[in-house]
């Protein structure tokens, strides 16, 4: 238990006293909702994973999750993968919106779902004052045919204001399931909502 409110402290590292804007404040793996990418990845490396068929858009493919970098992977400490969701188009600064750090979990998936409650709950914890509701939900079977995933349970825990979003999410697989911790920023989430 000790060990995920450790892991969770430290993807939740606190950058600035105030907490105007909550999920620029935190980072996953030093990353921030906010940063240029190109603080991380050269603009050839970025081209070169905007260019990959297996990326995936979201909405009209204005917004896309990008793979990190073979450098950036090899330096993670936590996760065992990090993806980026940047504007897919006109802009050269490549600004993070989204963040996904994905953790392979090779026992049943119940292990991930324990996993789950825990880091909701301490993230739930941590903005106490916000009284943030976690909204917890089951993707339907039918909508996950051609895919991986057997399942997928996802706990959303949208920020007052609509100022952002954390997600914590489980998805089972034949081979090992995965948790990811997910901070999208307020832009991105309008744009998915609107």
Do not use: W
Request: glycine share 4%; with cysteine; hydrophobic share 35%.
């Amino acid at each position: 238990m000790r060990v995920f409110i450790i892991l969770l402290i430290l993807i939740l590292s606190l950058q600035s006293g105030t907490r105007a804007d909550y999920v620029r404040d935190f980072e996953i793996e030093g990353f921030s909702i906010g940063d240029s990418l190109l603080n991380y990845m050269t603009y050839d490396e970025i081209k070169k994973e905007l260019n990959k068929d297996n990326n995936f858009y979201y909405k009209n493919k204005t917004y896309v999750s990008i793979l990190s970098s073979n450098k950036i992977y090899e330096n993670l400490e936590i996760y065992d993968d990090i993806f980026f969701i940047i504007k897919s188009k006109n802009d050269n600064k490549f600004f993070i919106k989204g963040i996904e750090a994905q953790l392979k979990i090779d026992k049943n998936i119940s292990e991930c779902y324990k996993k789950q409650k825990i880091i909701a709950n301490d993230i739930q914890k941590y903005f106490q004052e916000l009284n943030i509701n976690e909204i917890k939900f089951d993707v339907e079977k039918s909508e996950l045919e051609g895919g991986k995933d057997k399942s997928v349970r996802y706990i959303d825990m949208p920020l007052p204001n609509e100022a952002g979003e954390f997600r914590v999410a489980c998805h089972e697989r034949e081979d090992t399931n995965l948790l990811f911790v997910i901070i999208n920023s307020k832009e991105f989430m309008n744009a998915l909502h609107n």
